[in-house]
């Protein structure tokens, strides 16, 4: 089982970024580890504008009220996501 200490700076940066509480402790960073290590995290760039897209996948939501998870599509952050389904919608219109 990975601990907090054996994730890279990025990864940590991205899940701490994503929990969104000023002074998580142990017990939160560890709850972010194992989510990470279950593949129930991941965060890319957006291919429209290059912003951090952050999103997790928890079975249970209890400990991750409030975080910030982007509810854009794919590989878009959610303006890039609304602008494609704009830009989609319209076409689908012609
Ligand atoms: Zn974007």
Request: net charge negative; aromatic share 10%.
């Given at each position: 089982m990975a601990t907090?200490?054996?994730l890279d700076s990025t990864t940590q940066e991205d899940l701490t970024e994503w929990l969104n509480i000023?002074?998580?402790d142990e017990e939160d960073l560890q709850r972010l580890a194992d989510l990470h290590e279950a593949g129930q995290f991941y965060a890319v760039d957006c291919?429209?504008?290059g912003d951090r897209?952050?999103?997790g996948h928890p079975d249970?939501?209890?400990h991750f009220q409030g975080v910030r998870d982007?509810?854009?599509g794919g590989e878009l952050?959610?303006?890039c996501y609304g602008e494609y389904r704009k830009l989609a919608a319209f076409v689908e219109d012609v």
């Open positions: 907090w200490e054996e000023v002074n998580p291919g429209g504008c897209i952050r999103r249970n939501w209890d982007d509810e854009g952050c959610s303006d």
